[in-house]
Structures are given as structure tokens and as C-alpha cells.
């Protein structure tokens, strides 16, 4: 019976994809960290796709270190032009605001330039 239960509990329970790429995560994190200014993030869910073209990444995120795992709402998604290092971002978006090269707005391009500053200085 208790088979059977933690089967069912299992199947409910929501999927989380497991860690694939390390090194686009803890980059895509860092694109947070450096955006919100903060000495660190908490990092909740995270979802990478290596795989893809462009490859990217998925997570939420909080500036609050001892956030709740439930508290952790802050998204964000990172573009990168290839999976291996070193990682070269190509667009990021936070909470659904998209900054690119090519962004049109020049507020949101001087941001994904400096965010692309900001790695480069980590490298």
C-alpha cells in the first residue's frame, strides 16, 4: 500500500527538470545578480535546454536570501550562443521584459549591454 501511495504521490507531484548545463545556469544566474545589483541570488526552479538553438536557461530567482521556496517568483531566461564556455549571452528576459543587441528600445539595449559587460569582466 505505501508503494502504491508514494507511486501516486510521485506522479502528482510537479516535474522539475534536473540540472543540465551547469555553466549556462550559474551564468544565466549571475545575468540576475548583475541586473538587480544584489551580492547574491537564491535560485529556485531552474530549467536548462543545452540542447536547443540558441541554447538557454530558465530559473526564478529572489534577492532575498532566505526566501521560502514558494516566495521565489522572480524569473528569468537567458539566450546564449552556444552551450560550452565560453558562454556568449545573446538576449535575457526578466519577469517578461526582453533585452537584446538588437532591442529597438535603447534603455533596454544599454541594458543587455551591460549585461554582456559585466560577464565579460567575470571571464
Known amino acids: 500500500m505505501k508503494t502504491i501511495m508514494l507511486t501516486a504521490a510521485l506522479l502528482a507531484a510537479p516535474t522539475l527538470a534536473f540540472a543540465q548545463a551547469p555553466g549556462l545556469e550559474e551564468t544565466c544566474s549571475l ?16 530549467q536548462s535546454f543545452p540542447e536547443l538553438t540558441p541554447p538557454g536557461v530558465r530559473l526564478t530567482y529572489s534577492t532575498e ?27 535575457f528576459c526578466l519577469n517578461g521584459t526582453c533585452y537584446a543587441a538588437d532591442e529597438k528600445n535603447p534603455e533596454r539595449r544599454r541594458r543587455f549591454e551591460e549585461a554582456q559587460s559585466l560577464l565579460s569582466r567575470s571571464n
Do not use: H, Y
Not at 545575468?31 to 531552474?46: C, D, H, I, Q, S
Not at 531566461?77 to 552551450?83: H, I, L
Open 31 to 46: 545575468v540576475a545578480r548583475n541586473f538587480e545589483m544584489a551580492t547574491a541570488v537564491k535560485v529556485g526552479v531552474v
Open 65 to 91: 536570501l532566505d526566501a521560502e521556496p514558494a516566495s521565489i517568483t522572480d524569473t528569468i531566461e537567458c539566450q546564449f550562443e552556444k552551450a560550452t564556455a565560453p558562454f556568449k549571452l545573446v538576449k
